[in-house]
């Protein structure tokens, strides 16, 4: 099995920037591909970023592209997300998810079979 646990959330000013790291454990072999989602409360898990194992290419959302870049480390078994002028509207729990098998499609939620338990990100004054 695949274990994900994130690190790096925390409270930052709006304009601020943070950087969340999540570290796969187990039988990372199997993986596919890496997401970031977030959900704030009261909304539906949103998709933020996302990278092929394999791959280099990365996927954004519109509404963090400019500001957020993902990055992988085969080596350490882990993905990063580098969060930059942080908006209020950034504000949620942001989750780091496995895809096990393949799919054309990485950004879809529904594709992503584990994921990590969360950690906070606070963008306020």
């Known amino acids: 099995q695949v274990q994900l646990v994130e690190s790096g959330g925390g409270l930052v000013q709006p304009g601020g920037s943070l950087r969340l790291s999540c570290a796969a454990s187990?039988?990372?072999?199997?993986?596919?591909?890496m997401g970031w989602f977030r959900q704030a409360p009261g909304m539906q898990r949103e998709f933020v970023a996302a990278i092929r194992w394999s791959g280099d290419y990365t996927y954004y959302a519109d509404s963090v592209k400019g500001r957020f870049t993902m990055s992988r480390d085969n080596a350490k078994n882990t993905v990063s997300l580098q969060m930059n002028s942080l908006k209020p509207e950034d504000t949620a729990v942001y989750y780091c998810?496995?895809?096990?098998?393949?799919?054309?499609?990485?950004?879809?939620?529904?594709?992503?079979?584990?994921w990590g338990q969360g950690t906070q990100v606070t963008v306020s004054s």
């Open positions: 187990g039988r990372t072999w199997s993986i596919y591909a």
């Open positions: 998810a496995a895809q096990f098998g393949y799919s054309q499609d990485i950004t879809s939620r529904p594709n992503y079979d584990r």
